[in-house]
């Protein structure tokens, strides 16, 4: 008898761990799906083909990796900041936030300079409007 519990609890097991599986890829799957319809999206809305939208979205998300880490440092270093005001180094830390900061907008300056190279100034507006709807609908949907 306790053979047979055994044996039904490790099946059970087993099942649970497959389905686990299971949604994890669905989940990789929605992702895909999601940024397909993104890009389908964008590509209609600046009128442009996958090979462009492909360039654009390789560029973006190079520049968003790099603002990431830049974002990260400044991060840690408000909170070293805030930790200890008074530390003998703490203007030194303040220029370095200031430095990080020109370096988002450098960062921000190259992404559209690189842009201009395939995009059109009303196209690369409307990707800049694009992003900030996207971002909108993304940032209300975290809301609810």
């Not at 968003?64 to 440092?73: A, S, T, V, Y």
């Not at 805030?82 to 992404?111: C, G, H, W, Y």
């Amino acid at each position: 008898m306790y053979k047979n519990i055994l044996i039904i609890f490790i099946l059970i097991a087993g099942f649970s761990i497959t389905l686990q599986a299971q949604e994890d890829t669905s989940m990789t799957g929605s992702k895909k799906k999601l940024r397909i319809a993104i890009k389908e999206k964008f590509m209609q809305k600046l009128n442009i083909d996958e090979a462009t939208a492909n360039k654009f979205f390789n560029l973006y998300n190079e520049q968003r990796k790099i603002n990431k880490d830049f974002k990260k440092n400044k991060k840690d270093l408000m909170k070293l900041i805030e930790e200890n005001p008074d530390a003998s180094d703490v203007m030194s830390k303040i220029n370095q936030l200031i430095e990080i900061d020109d370096k988002i907008t450098k960062s921000r300056k190259d992404f559209v300079t690189e842009l201009q190279k395939f995009l059109t100034p009303k196209q690369i507006a409307q990707s800049i409007t694009f992003q900030k709807n996207l971002k909108k609908l993304f940032n209300k949907r975290k809301e609810k």
